[in-house]
């Protein structure tokens, strides 16, 4: 692991007392928890986790796990962006009102333990566009492992250093992020596209996205590996489409962020 990485993150660590983080159950967020708790020990370290149903259950059972892992606290609030006419809508800044809703939430929270709120954005983030990023610029959240110039990669490499369990696990955005832009997110949509991700885990499918591409229509994306496998069983997917009232207009390979 460089060492010069780890004091440039530790760096951002000096300046305060302690951290609370905002956590999703990904690589990158579990990554920034941990290496907070090593710095500054789980006691002065809180872990915020905000539920809703954009947020996998799979993925509230991994934060909850590498929280007690690490002996960190976790607080769940329920978030409510579903109820934001501005989230739903869907106009390429869905990301924006969701974290909105998150770090105002949040940030109290973390204030009441005088601690900091940080995310786990890294450094290759900025090579995109992220409408939240604004959000946390507006509420004053610290992004250290960006501002210390961790990549994705660098990022999987401590993760496996600290022995995190996540640490090799597949990138898993929000159920929102699969809702093509200009298509109302809805919780009819968001539970479909749950359910459906869940049978092809089930199916054995590593890396995947069921995409909502229009009003009634799907698409789903497969890891160049497994795309071969998944056009032999087209018939068996289009089924599974049909089963959730939907039609299946495409088997694709995966490309993060591809429609949201």
Not at 97 to 117: G, H, S
Not at 189 to 195: K, Q
Request: charged letters at 25%; one cysteine or more; aromatic letters at 6%.
């Amino acid at each position: 692991m460089n060492k010069a990485l780890i004091s440039a993150l530790n760096a951002q660590f000096e300046r305060h007392d302690g951290m609370a983080v905002a956590v999703s159950g990904g690589v990158d967020s579990s990554l920034l928890l941990a290496a907070a708790c090593n710095f500054y020990s789980a006691e002065n370290c809180l872990a915020i986790i905000a539920v809703s149903p954009s947020l996998a259950a799979s993925e509230l059972s991994d934060a909850r796990q590498v929280c007690r892992s690490l002996g960190v606290q976790l607080i769940e609030i329920q978030s409510n962006e579903i109820r934001n006419a501005d989230y739903v809508v869907n106009k390429g800044d869905r990301c924006y009102w969701c974290k909105q809703e998150l770090f105002t939430l949040a940030v109290p929270i973390a204030a009441q333990k005088n601690l900091p709120l940080a995310y786990g954005e890294n450094f290759d983030d900025l090579q995109q566009p992220r409408p939240g990023r604004k959000s946390a610029e507006q509420h004053n959240v610290l992004a250290p492992l960006r501002d210390a110039k961790f990549t994705k990669d660098d990022v999987r490499k401590y993760a496996r250093f600290l022995q995190l369990e996540v640490a090799d696990k597949p990138a898993a955005p929000c159920l929102a992020s699969r809702i093509a832009v200009g298509q109302a997110v809805s919780l009819e949509s968001l539970n479909i596209v749950a359910e459906i991700e869940i049978k092809l885990r089930d199916w054995g499918y590593k890396i995947f996205r069921s995409r909502v591409v229009g009003e009634g229509q799907l698409s789903f994306e497969f890891a160049d590996e497994e795309l071969s496998a998944a056009d032999e069983q087209r018939d068996k997917l289009a089924a599974l489409a049909r089963s959730h009232g939907c039609e299946l207009v495409a088997i694709a390979a995966y490309r993060s962020g591809s429609v949201a």
